[in-house]
């Protein structure tokens, strides 16, 4: 009798306990894996940043490309100063020049393909960004998620310990059975201990959903000079009760009789984190070839016409012209164009170790995440083929054996909270099996720009 009373009472409790919360989730906004990822790409300032910075650098390339400004001078010379008069003496003249100085070698066409070629780097990065923010919604989403659902198990529980700790003290009241004082004691330390957990699970929830809410703020191109619409207050979000399901890609190619680390190094040349770092290695060559081309000598061309007034007797004068060619000789190259090169090929080299080190760092990521998923995948054969359904048989003959005089009180506790425990690591290694999806899935992200690819749009990408 007093396991169906049980029984009884936690079905009338759970019933309005769980229509409160739907009526509250209607209330809020509820956000799927794919929605706030999709928003916060749509909502990230970064890209927006990154198109813009792009554009600069192609027009910085055309403009670097260009010969500098000609330099005019204006000037009166030999002017006498005892009378101060323009046609006193024949030296005299009013003198226009112009000067145009020329790069070293190919300075200009250098320079221009070198900005170019850095601005390859921003579609890239764009790329990677994108990859970066789908791993890190999906970490913060499951996190959420995690708490949110973890939340709800211990609730469940809490009910049924609230009811159990009523049975315990009527029973221990009416003296039936073989309760205790320590029983009710135990029912209600057990229910505070539940609220604790409930707490740190609830601060675990607020805080990752407010990490994930930074990222679904609304972003308009439109309106970047006016900040205020940070001060309205975002509607409070929550989550689907049913777990998402994240595909991981190259599955069969990954797999641990078919795992080729040769394979694997191929598909990470093509991450768009590493596409970026060839280019700033071209870059780095460019650089090599612009500082060579301080051995060649920097000429420059100037002309000068110069206008004289006729005699005071009227006779005219002539005027005249003048041109010349300057350039400088780059004869003491040792400790300037020698340690400039040497320089720039150094800091070349250095880039494809900077290469290799991220390939090292992202193949070592890889195969970590490749050795978690295959245990997680293990652990959640166990617990959903013997552990939760062991546990669940166990709290349920132990509720029998106590309404039948037969077991403790404390049996039946620690059975219900080995349940809950089970129940909660059975999620969490769901959530951890998601999570290492997730990563996988950015380590492997294929780039599909190319190296001339022309500027995008802004409203693009």
Same mark, same amino acid.
């Given at each position: ?10 079905? @009338? ?16 906004? /509820?956000? @799927? ?35 500098? *400004? ?10 006498? /100063? ?16 112009? =000067? ?5 070698? &190919? ?36 996190? %959420? ?26 029973? !221990? ?12 004691? #135990? ?41 205020? @619409? ?74 000068? !016409? ?12 002539? &005027? ?21 090169? %040497? ?20 193949? =070592? ?11 997680? @995948?293990? #652990? ?22 106590? /309404?039948?005089? *037969? ?10 909270? /080995? ?43």
């Amino acid at each position: 009798m007093t396991k169906v009373f049980i029984q009884a009472a936690l079905a @009338s409790l759970l019933i309005p306990f769980c229509a409160s919360i739907n009526a509250e989730q209607a209330a809020q906004q /509820t956000i @799927s894996l794919n929605d706030a990822i999709s928003l916060a790409q749509q909502n990230d300032p970064w890209l927006h940043s990154s198109r813009l910075k792009q554009s600069a650098v192609e027009h910085k390339s055309v403009a670097a490309g260009t010969l500098a *400004d000609p330099k005019v001078s204006i000037g009166m010379m030999n002017l006498p /100063t005892d009378g101060w008069d323009f046609a006193q003496e024949g030296m005299t003249q009013f003198k226009v020049g112009v =000067s145009q100085m020329f790069p070293r070698g &190919d300075s200009l066409a250098i320079k221009s393909a070198q900005l170019k070629t850095s601005a390859k780097q921003f579609p890239l990065q764009r790329e990677d960004r994108h990859a970066q923010l789908t791993r890190l919604i999906s970490e913060l989403w499951l996190e %959420a998620y995690l708490a949110q659902r973890t939340i709800a198990l211990i609730n469940q529980d809490r009910v049924l310990f609230e009811q159990m700790a009523q049975i315990a003290k009527a029973n !221990y009241s009416n003296a039936i059975g073989k309760t205790r004082q320590q029983d009710v004691i #135990r029912a209600q330390l057990e229910i505070i201990q539940l609220e604790d957990r409930l707490t740190v699970e609830q601060q675990k929830r607020e805080t990752a959903l407010e990490r994930l809410n930074e990222w679904l703020q609304l972003f308009s191109i439109d309106n970047l000079d006016n900040l205020q @619409s940070l001060k309205a207050a975002t509607p409070p979000i929550i989550l689907p009760n049913e777990l998402p399901k994240i595909a991981l890609t190259y599955a069969q190619q990954l797999k641990p009789d078919a795992y080729q680390r040769s394979d694997a190094v191929t598909l990470l040349l093509n991450h768009p984190a590493l596409r970026a770092i060839d280019v700033k290695h071209q870059v780095s060559k460019k650089t090599i070839e612009l500082s060579e081309q301080q051995y060649q000598p920097q000429w420059g061309v100037n002309a000068s !016409y110069g206008y004289r007034d006729d005699m005071p007797s009227g006779s005219s004068r002539a &005027d005249l012209f003048s041109v010349g060619v300057s350039f400088d000789l780059p004869l003491f190259t040792e400790n300037k164009q020698d340690k400039q090169v %040497a320089a720039a090929v150094a800091e070349s080299e250095a880039i494809k170790t900077e290469k290799y080190l991220m390939l090292k760092q992202m193949l =070592s990521a890889l195969e970590k995440e490749l050795a978690q998923l295959t245990r997680l @995948s293990e #652990r959640q054969a166990l617990y959903k083929q013997q552990l939760i359904e062991q546990t669940h048989h166990q709290a349920e003959a132990a509720l029998t054996a106590y /309404t039948n005089d *037969d077991g403790d009180f404390s049996d039946v506790v620690r059975a219900r909270i /080995t349940e809950l425990n089970a129940n909660i690591a059975a999620l969490k290694i769901d959530v951890d099996a998601l999570k290492s999806v997730a990563k996988i899935n950015y380590l492997l992200t294929q780039s599909n720009h190319t190296m001339t690819e022309p500027t995008q749009q802004l409203g693009d990408q």
